[in-house]
């Protein structure tokens, strides 16, 4: 539970948050300082909605949430409620995303917080402004929220303000990535082939086509983006970006169907689409899509909140699971026999492809880095499992032999963190997105 005391030292008191045990809902709480007189001032209006940590206007008399309503395209309200009761007043409207824990101006006169701006084009789809949280200022009293920054560095988390309101400190987060590519016997003679100068540069997805090209997903500018490429990073192109979001590309063997997430219907979906274009179609809702080696296939994740793999035919129909219970990061063999997948254990599990329990169980190394987004790899042959390991700030790929016997370094990397991978269709080669992670304290002045 977390507790922010009141700053007005008449009505001293704490604010936190609470889940009421007859509704299942969060409320937002007040209470003196010495524990009595409870009060519950807010509650979200659905039970699948929550609120942001509380934060305290300086004279004592409002609090401000950050109210997240249901729906898997994290739309948000910014909520003010006056502590002595009263309704309370959202002063966004339903444009914003991902509001962060919001700070208040000295005066009153507005908050500050981070958020990500979008406009809805119908009643199914959306279109965002910003492509990842920056920071806002939303007046209280009235008027039209202001952009304080526009840059493409990511705002998470909350920021600080001065006692005058002339000053506010938060933290700016980046990723400098590239991707390189070597020969799958010897991954270490992988050069890069995009500029190391990128932004977030196949952090969330890199995929081969099987005319070995390489799809990659980046979001170096004010856009998300899927990117296509020659193997030597020659011939770039965007691919056509009919959606608000896209992340995870899986290009199947067949050599023209592409698949990914994305933001269709105000939900989180797996979309297919032609790698020569063409509008995206919904193929199931759900995240993190693979293709068959036979491309008839999707292996994917529902929207729920336990990971349990899936799998669909490629034109659509009755999702089934392929087992009963958590296994994350699932990813296909080559030869099409197998799944595997980090169960609830924290255990490396083989299950056949037809679904059931694991056969095989294997121990991850107490380094095994659980960042990347990416699904568990295999090695051409289907022989070993390839994931990333954690050295001290830099990570290295590993190979897990499925007969048994010790693990083995594919790499001997000496910096970078790894946040997607993929061996090529033909077994040749392999794709590594590496980058290193900055995160700045910021001063900015003159943000009113």
């Known amino acids: 539970m977390f507790l922010r005391a009141s700053p007005f030292l008449p009505t001293a008191g704490l604010a936190h948050l609470s889940s009421d045990p007859q509704d299942e809902r969060t409320t937002l709480v007040v209470v003196s300082i010495n524990g009595s007189n409870e009060k519950v001032i807010a509650k979200v209006p659905q039970r699948d909605a929550g609120f942001s940590d509380p934060t305290w206007s300086h004279d004592g008399k409002l609090l401000a949430v950050a109210e997240y309503v249901p729906g898997e395209t994290s739309l948000s309200h910014l909520l003010v409620v006056p502590v002595d009761g009263g309704p309370g007043r959202r002063i966004t409207s339903d444009e914003y995303r991902g509001i962060g824990e919001p700070e208040w101006l000295t005066d009153g006169t507005g908050l500050v917080a981070t958020g990500v701006l979008s406009k809805l084009v119908s009643n199914e789809q959306f279109e965002y402004e910003d492509r990842y949280p920056q920071l806002w200022g939303f007046p209280y009293a009235g008027g039209s929220p202001h952009r304080i920054t526009n840059d493409l560095f990511r705002y998470h988390g909350g920021s600080s303000v001065s006692a005058d309101s002339s000053l506010l400190v938060t933290v700016a987060s980046d990723l400098v990535s590239a991707i390189w590519v070597g020969p799958a016997s010897d991954p270490d003679q992988a050069r890069a082939v995009t500029p190391l100068s990128g932004h977030y540069v196949a952090s969330k997805g890199l995929t081969w086509t099987g005319a070995g090209k390489i799809v990659y997903w980046t979001n170096a500018s004010n856009a998300v983006d899927l990117i296509v490429m020659d193997a030597d ?24 169907t592409l698949l990914y997430t994305g933001a269709y219907a105000n939900k989180c979906q797996v979309m297919r689409q032609d790698l020569d274009g063409g509008r995206p179609q919904p193929l199931v809702a759900g995240r993190y899509p693979q293709c068959s080696p036979d491309s008839k296939w999707v292996v994917y994740y529902d929207n729920g909140e336990n990971p349990i793999p899936r799998k669909i035919s490629i034109e659509g129909g009755q999702p089934v699971p392929l087992t009963e219970h958590e296994c994350r990061r699932a990813g296909i063999s080559p030869d099409g026999k197998w799944v595997a997948c980090v169960d609830e254990t924290e255990k490396l599990a083989i299950i056949p492809f037809s679904g059931g329990k694991p056969v095989k169980l294997f121990d991850l190394p107490p380094t095994f880095d659980f960042i990347p987004e990416v699904p568990m790899r295999w090695t051409p042959d289907s022989q070993s499992l390839v994931y990333a390991v954690d050295a001290r700030g830099f990570d290295n790929l590993w190979a897990q032999p499925v007969e048994g016997g010790p693990r083995r370094a594919l790499t001997h990397f000496t910096s970078q963190r790894i946040y997607y991978f993929a061996f090529s269709h033909d077994g040749k080669q392999i794709a590594i997105g590496r980058g290193t992670p900055s995160s700045d304290v910021v001063l900015i002045s003159n943000f009113r």
Not at 234 to 254: E, I, K, M, Q
């Open 233 to 256: 990073g020659g011939n770039p192109r965007p691919l056509p970006r009919d959606l608000p979001f896209t992340a995870h590309p899986d290009a199947c063997s067949d050599g023209h």
